[in-house]
């Protein structure tokens, strides 16, 4: 003959005894969170590892050296130009200049004027440069003119 023993919510044998006996309507989820635990576990170890390497075919042997060269043309508060640190009158300038387009691969011009140069000075200075057909050239030192604007 089979005696039934009371139990209630949480399981426990119930000492009561006129407890009402009720069958468990919750699913036990504790196995299905085992599942997934040890299938998220050999998803990530399956999962290959990201490299960011790129492959690149580097050719082998000696590659030649490039060397750009650039020149330093500034000017100074008084208007004299100074060609990489040494001062030059207008028709040097001009006649370096010329030399240095010839040049192959012509160099750079770094053109560095003073802040308290004159805009006349530093037109005639540009114009020469325009007429030497120089075709690399940047401003250096414009940062100088940042509280001007």
């Known amino acids: 003959m089979a005696v039934l023993v009371p139990v209630t919510r949480s399981g426990a044998v119930s000492r009561l005894a ?3 006996v009720q069958p468990m309507t919750e699913m036990n989820t504790t196995p299905l969170i085992d599942v997934m ?7 990530i170890i399956t ?7 790129v492959k690149v075919d580097v050719p082998v042997g000696p590659t030649p050296i490039i060397k750009w060269i650039s020149n330093e043309l500034a000017l100074t508060a008084e208007g004299r130009a100074y060609w990489n640190g040494q001062p030059v009158d207008d028709r040097t300038l001009r ?12 160099p750079e011009l770094h053109f560095r004027p003073d802040a308290a140069t004159g805009y006349g000075r530093v037109d005639e200075v540009l114009a ?3 007429q030497a057909k ?5 401003f250096v030192g414009n940062q100088q003119y940042g509280d001007s604007f």
């Open 95 to 106: 006649n370096t200049l010329d030399k240095s387009v010839a040049m192959d691969p012509a």
């Open 18 to 20: 006129g407890a009402e």
């Open 47 to 53: 999962i290959p590892p990201q490299s960011d390497a």
């Open 134 to 138: 120089v075709s690399k050239m940047g």
């Open 37 to 43: 635990l040890v299938l998220l576990i050999m998803f």
């Open 128 to 130: 020469m440069t325009a």
